[in-house]
């Protein structure tokens, strides 16, 4: 089955205490994304990758770093996390830019920082 | 800048009736697509619909269709005969066809209720 998978699902965390969250999927896909999702903002960009050792930042950057060290594998790093980093963060993948590529969502991570 | 506007937070429609989700965009580009997509209680992203700029019918999946009109940048969804399974926060979302950062720019959402 096509699917892309996060985990944790839930995560509750202290202030400053690194923390990742992995994202894999098994279509093979060339592009992966992060985003976040906010109330009354829906959802932004966090940092997207177009392919092994890709990465740039998407709108909401700062706090985060990701890697692409596997063409399946796209784990989101927070090095230092703040409060201001509880959200719900969803990981996408897809095949690239252009018609019939569509984009292939993972189940979400909440993740509560205190 | 492209962006997409919801104006509506929050609806509510009875059960059986049929309710229509607005939708804005903007954009300079030609070629793009335009999603709506379902999130449940779940938090799974659920894909609704999609439709391709490029098309001029207006696409349809069985209880829900889209009115896209291009020239207006409107993207709405219409739901018919509404069930208590379609309660969830609705999101329209753009994606432009060639786009180096595969980025999808979503809206802020409409919380739909189900009133049974």
């Known amino acids: 089955e096509a699917q892309v998978t996060q985990n944790p699902r839930y995560l509750i965390t202290v202030t400053g205490k690194k923390l990742t969250v992995t994202c894999s999927q098994n279509?093979?896909?060339?592009?992966m994304s992060w985003y976040r999702q906010d109330p009354g903002l829906g959802l932004r960009q966090i940092y997207y990758?177009?392919?092994?050792?890709?990465?740039d930042k998407g709108d909401v950057p700062e706090g985060y770093k990701v890697s692409r060290k596997e063409k399946r594998n796209f784990p989101l790093i927070l090095e230092s996390p703040s409060p201001n980093q509880t959200s719900l963060y969803f990981c996408?993948?897809?095949?690239?830019?252009?018609?019939?590529?569509?984009?292939?969502f993972g189940q979400g991570t909440r993740l509560t920082v205190v | 800048a492209q962006t997409v506007t919801q104006s509506q937070p929050e609806m509510s429609v009875q059960e059986a009736e049929t309710v229509t989700l607005s939708c804005t965009y903007d954009?300079?580009?030609?070629?793009?697509?335009l999603f709506w997509y379902k999130q449940p209680p779940s938090r799974q992203m659920i894909l609704v619909i999609r439709?391709?700029?490029?098309?001029?019918q207006n696409a349809t999946e069985n209880r829900f269709s889209v009115n896209f009109q291009k020239a207006a940048k409107s993207f709405s969804l219409k739901i018919s005969d509404s069930q208590l399974g379609d309660a969830a926060m609705y999101f329209c979302?753009?994606?432009?066809?060639?786009?180096?950062?595969?980025?999808?720019?979503f809206g802020k959402g409409t919380r739909l209720h189900i009133l049974p």
């Open positions: 996408a993948s897809s095949l690239g830019t252009g018609w019939n590529t569509e984009a292939f």
């Open positions: 279509m093979n896909h060339e592009y």
């Open positions: 990758s177009m392919n092994v050792e890709v990465t």
């Open positions: 954009t300079s580009e030609s070629d793009y697509y």
């Open positions: 439709q391709e700029a490029y098309k001029q």
């Open positions: 979302a753009y994606r432009p066809l060639m786009n180096r950062d595969d980025k999808i720019i």
